[in-house]
Structure formats: C-alpha cells, structure tokens
C-alpha cells in the first residue's frame, strides 16, 4: 500500500524575536566512491526523479555527476517535468542518449549506454481511454539488444496513495487500479512476450508485502513459475533498504520472467536500492532537496552464454568464445584428441589451457557441435607478434574490418582462417581460430559490437 507522500521544503528555526530561512545546500560532491555497473553484467536502474529538475540547474549537475559515477546500461525514469533541461543533461553524458514520449504530467524516459544497448524500438503501451485510470501514464516499452541478448523493458509509474485496502468494487479506489494495472502489464506480457527476457521496473506506487487480499500484485506473486520480484528481498528487509525513505516502505521495483531466473542466481548479479544520499556530505536532506524524494533501485545481470560451435573431424582452428573459470581444453571440448592442443610463438607450444584472444590447433575425434558456457567476451586486447599470429575473437561475430589497429600493424589481406584449406576471413567468428600477419610487435583491440 501507499500513503500520501510528505516532504519538508524548507527550516524554519524560531527564536524569540527571529525567524532564519535555510537553503537546500549546495556543495558540490564526491561521488569517486560511487559506483555499480561493470563491463561483463548488464544493469537497468529504476528511478523516479521527482518532478525533474527539483532544484533547476543544481538537480541536472547532481543527476548528471550520479549517471556517469554508477555506470549503468540503461535507465528507466520517472517523472521528467522539464524536457528541456533533461535534453541538455543528455549532452553532457556523452556515453548515453535518451528517449521520452512527453512530460505530460512528469512523464517517463529511458537513459541507454550507446556503445553496448542496440536499440530495437520503443513505444507505449495502453494508451488508449479505456486505459487512462489504471495507466495514468502509459507504460513505456524499450525493445533492445544487449552483447546478443534481447531484452524487453517496460518502464511504469503507476498511481499513487491509498487507504491500503483493495475494493474492486470501485473502480475508482486507488489499489484497483494499481491491481488492473499489474494484471494488464502480466495479460500483455503473456500474450506478447511469452519466451523473451522481460523486465517490468519503475515507481510501482504499492509495496510486496501487504496481506494477500489487499496486495496489488497477488495475480503476479501467485504466478511464481513466471514471474518473479527481483527485489523482493529488499521489500522484506529492514527500512534502512527501502526506496522511499520520506514515508517508510518500498515502492520502486523490478520484476522479471522465468528467462531470467538463472542469471540473477548468478555470482555477479545484485539487486540493491542504491543509497545516493549516503554519498551526499548533507545526507538525505541535501539529497531529497536537490534531487528526489525516491532512491533508485538497480539490478545487475551476469548473463549466461551458451554458444554452439560446429568442428569438423581431425585438425580445427580453434578459440575460447566465453569467460570461463575452468579453461582446460578437455572441459571446453570433450572430443578434443589428448596432447594435441597448440599455441604457436614463432613455435608451436604444446597447451593444456585456453586462453581468451589466442588462437589454437586442435585435433577433435568426430565432426559436430561444441557448446560453451559462460560469460560473453565484450572486448579485448590481443598481443601480436611481428610476423605470424594465431588469434580469435569475440563471442559473437566480428568484422574484420572493425578491428581496432591504431599502429597500422595488420598487414592487409593477411588474416585467413582454416576450414580443411585456408580462407581468407572477412569475419572472426566465434569459436573458432586465425591466422594474422602482423609487421611489428604492437596491440590490436576487438569489441563488440
């Protein structure tokens, strides 16, 4: 349930004879310590912004120096007041672009990372009237790619307040219609996203935790073999962890879909409600002042990999297409020939371990499909020689064209791979091993895409 929220403004300090008025303060941060994403997970953040900018020029700084510190995927926001200014913050985070449809009343937004999120398309859903009281605001859907994973957000601000007790008898009461909303959100999901990774985030307006009989998401909850409350945990924890701290509880959330299951069990993944006023010198006073009355909630994937690979019987170029913890070349291919494995540096050299970005003969019993499991290989940096070099690339495909050679060192028309005769390569697929003349020692980069 959700209670009206209730925010101090300003201090007033009453003596006998004077009344003192205290600005929001504005000293600027240090937000070094501040951080979250890395290079091998995906992270989406939910974060309702309050009325954007709270404080004007102050709030975009802040907001801005946050974004960049956290270094997050894609972010799902809500309440953009001002499109104006948030455009001018988009230009100073020159690593992201957004998208909004409108700020009608504070409208929600997406924040992406250019360099790792393909963009497949965005739109709203339920916009029509029939929509308008459970949807005050129409769910915002993100269609995206990330490093070969498609994923489908749906960014929400539901509506707010409450007594706490759903009546379904009338259909204006406000935990109806957050419970239309969430049954809406799992009848769109089921009909259209039914095999996808799903992710449905934002300023849900009600908490987990309430009673079955008054809890808005029991449709949702009940469906445990579908869906699951990625933050779930937080809801049932101790204050000090909840999303709006102005009036106790936890209103901000994320939910995914069985796909997803597995990869948040994951070693790397993390769901936290971000505390950015603990990094604020005014606590959260400065915080709510100058920026929101919400704390962000972000979730971290580490997604598993599992490729295919196809090998024919007897010698094979061979590569490790995924970040693995256990890179003996037995593990990694069970058909593989014992003793035949190697490397070569001016000579070949017997190996027993792979390495990411070193290319490898390999001798396999009987042609068919490899698989590999593990993490995906964003990027690398891959040490030549002068002169001949075995080398591999990248989880998913690579065009030999975008190899990042700033020393000039790849000799042109020099990179063949191996298929029962030499080729030339005019893409590094995974899995599988090339030959690369270089004309000096230097440093070659892959990344994706």
Not at 12 to 40: C, M, R
Not at 153 to 180: A, M, P, V
Not at 219 to 233: G, K, P, Q, S
Not at 338 to 348: A, D, F, Q, R
Request: hydrophobic share 40%; with cysteine.
């Amino acid at each position: 349930m959700k209670y009206y929220k209730w925010g101090i403004t300003i201090t007033v300090l009453v003596s006998s004879i004077f009344i003192f008025f205290i600005p929001a303060i504005l000293i600027a941060q240090d937000f070094e310590d501040l951080d979250f994403g890395t290079d091998s997970t995906f992270e989406v953040l939910t974060w309702n912004i309050e009325w954007f900018p709270k404080n004007g020029q102050t709030t975009v700084d802040y907001v801005s120096e946050i974004i960049q510190a956290l270094d997050i995927d894609v972010l799902a926001i809500q309440e953009v007041d001002n499109t104006n200014m948030f455009d001018q913050m988009l230009e100073e985070l020159t690593q992201y672009e957004g998208y909004y449809e409108s700020a009608w009343f504070a409208g929600l937004a997406y924040i992406y990372k250019t360099d790792v999120v393909e963009i497949n398309d965005m739109y709203e859903i339920y916009t029509t009237s029939p929509y308008w009281s459970p949807f005050p605001r129409s769910p915002m859907v993100m269609d995206m790619n990330f490093m070969g994973e498609n994923i489908i957000i749906i960014n929400n601000h539901f509506k707010c307040c409450g007594d706490g007790y759903l009546d379904l008898g009338d259909s204006g009461d406000e935990e109806t219609r957050r419970y239309i909303a969430s049954n809406l959100l799992k009848q769109y999901i089921d009909t259209n996203f039914s095999n996808n990774n799903v992710m449905v985030l934002g300023d849900l307006n009600d908490i987990l935790t309430d009673d079955p009989e008054n809890n808005v998401f029991q449709m949702i909850l009940y469906d445990t073999e579908n869906y699951l409350f990625a933050d779930m945990e937080i809801a049932e924890g101790p204050s000090s962890g909840w999303s709006y701290p102005t009036w106790p509880s936890h209103i901000d959330h994320i939910l995914i879909t069985n796909e997803l299951f597995d990869e948040l069990e994951n070693d790397a993944s993390d769901i936290q409600t971000i505390k950015i006023d603990e990094y604020f010198d005014g606590g959260w006073y400065q915080y709510d002042q100058n920026v929101s009355d919400h704390r962000p909630v972000a979730l971290k994937l580490q997604f598993n990999e599992e490729l295919t690979v196809e090998y024919m019987e007897g010698w094979n170029m061979v590569g490790l297409p995924v970040i693995t913890e256990n890179n003996n070349y037995q593990v990694q291919f069970p058909y593989a020939v014992e003793g035949t494995l190697y490397s070569y540096n001016e000579v070949y050299e017997e190996e027993t371990l792979l390495e990411n970005g070193n290319g490898y003969w390999l001798r396999i019993e009987t042609s068919g499909a490899n698989v590999f499991t593990g993490d995906p290989i964003p990027e690398l940096e891959i040490i030549l020689n002068e002169e001949w070099n075995m080398i591999t690339g990248l989880t998913s495909p690579v065009q030999v064209s975008s190899i990042i050679d700033i020393e000039n060192i790849i000799i042109e028309g020099t990179i063949f791979g191996f298929n029962g005769g030499y080729e030339d390569a005019e893409v590094l697929m995974p899995g599988k091993g090339y030959w690369l003349k270089a004309n000096s020692n230097g440093i070659i980069s892959l990344s994706y895409p």
